[in-house]
């Protein structure tokens, strides 16, 4: 018996970095995700999630109690305005990790694939923090064109940005429908066995019931896009 996470989605402690990009407001790089739904829910401080979407550019106020959750295709900026600290909720556990996010880079950044994993690349070396700062700007750079564009209504930029994020993903997307089908949809699926088998009077599988405790990674902290991660062990 595989004992998954609800959801079949992924679990992380996230502290949104607290340092300024070139315009003045801290937090992290702005991206995009292509399949995967994620959720902020704020344990501590207060900040905001900038977000261009359907409905054009908006800001959503950040604080501790708060609960936002955005779909593919929504560009977001986490913004800390002072000690933000969120729990992550990521659909499509291992999905993100495989891919599934493209950071808005300038457009000819976008179109180069090599300058484009040059530009999100942070090594191993001891100067992570710096290269990440750099991504976070340049990626700054070309969410503040998105946005101005989108301001004036004008939606090719964003239009050229979703083809080119596409074209970044498409060699190793179709790598992606295993993960689904190994964590969110069969998890559904036995859900949608057991509910056949309550009502057929067959609860064999309450016999199996156990409590399980999420193990966070060890060591320091990781850099992400938005901040500084721990992550859990949840879909073991």
Known sequence: MTFTFPGGTSLSHLDVYEDAAPDGVCGGSPHMHLVSTEAYIVVEGR?????????????????AGSVVWFTPGTIHRAVNRGGLKVVVLMSNAGLPEAG??????????LADPAAYDEAAS???????SARVARRRDLAVTGFEALRDAVLEGDPGPLEDFHAAAGALVLARAEYWGP??????????????????????????HLGEARVRQAVPSEGERAFGMCGRLRTYYVND
């Open 47 to 63: 900040g905001a999630l900038q977000a261009i979407d359907s409905a054009g550019f908006h800001e959503t106020e950040l604080r």
């Open 122 to 128: 942070i090594g191993d070396s001891y100067n992570r």
């Open 179 to 204: 993960l689904v089908r190994e964590k969110p949809l069969a998890q559904a699926e036995r859900s949608l066995a057991l509910t056949r088998a309550v009502a057929r009077g067959d609860l064999a």
């Open 100 to 109: 599934d996010a493209v950071m808005t880079f300038p457009s000819e950044t």
